[in-house]
């Protein structure tokens, strides 16, 4: 079932908010709102050090008014960048380190209620230090080495006592262990 032709109702450099004409279950015909970036796809990087460690951001979002624990992150915002060097250039940007490997994980929808977003999500192993990070421009971020054995535990505790996690975090960790377990697997022969 296809709906009616996005007309835009607002649109700003980084997004625009379309609305669509649509028939609801009762035959009504109705509008929908959604945001869409220039490019749907996002990279968000679980990196981890040779001795074990996560580069974590503490970032400050402006529309919470907060700081939020989550994974290195960007768009795809330059023409015939891969998704893969998109992650690598971010995690370099965001965190100071670069990637010896980049492994994807899945392609995902964040929020399709909402948005056309998907969200790509990498592991990127053999970090080697390469600068400060804390991001580019507008961005405001805290790096913290949290051991990979302990970071679940770090993110519920923040969560406890008041800090606002990423709920993708926890998903993203899923995957990499997963990852790890199978690559772990096959480098045993199994």
Same mark, same amino acid.
């Given at each position: 079932m296809q709906d009616s032709t996005p007309q835009v109702v607002w649109e700003s450099p980084w997004i625009r908010v379309e609305e669509r004409q649509f028939n609801g279950r009762d035959g009504q015909q109705r509008a929908y709102y959604s945001v869409h970036r220039p490019n749907p796809h996002t990279v968000h990087m679980l990196g981890i050090t040779p001795d074990g460690m996560v580069p974590l951001l503490? =970032? %400050?979002?402006?529309?919470? =008014?907060? %700081?939020?624990?989550?994974?290195?992150?960007?768009?795809?915002?330059?023409?015939?960048?891969?998704?893969?060097?998109?992650?690598?250039?971010?995690l370099i940007e965001e965190t100071g380190w670069s990637p010896g490997e980049v492994i994807h994980l899945l392609t995902a929808t964040v929020s399709p209620g909402l948005t056309d977003e998907l969200y790509n999500?990498?592991?990127?192993?053999?970090?080697?230090?390469?600068g400060d990070g804390g991001g580019v421009g507008n961005e405001r971020i805290d790096v913290r080495l949290v051991p990979f054995p302990q970071l679940l535990m770090f993110l519920l505790e923040a969560a406890r006592v008041?800090?606002?996690?990423?709920a993708k975090i926890f998903a993203h960790i899923t995957l990499a262990l997963g990852k790890l377990d199978d690559m772990t697997r096959r480098s045993d022969g199994g």
């Open positions: 503490r =970032q %400050w979002r402006v529309p919470l =008014q907060d %700081w939020v624990w989550e994974l290195p992150a960007g768009v795809c915002d330059i023409d015939g960048e891969k998704p893969e060097d998109t992650a690598a250039r971010e999500a990498y592991l990127c192993l053999n970090l080697e230090r390469v008041g800090d606002l996690v990423d």
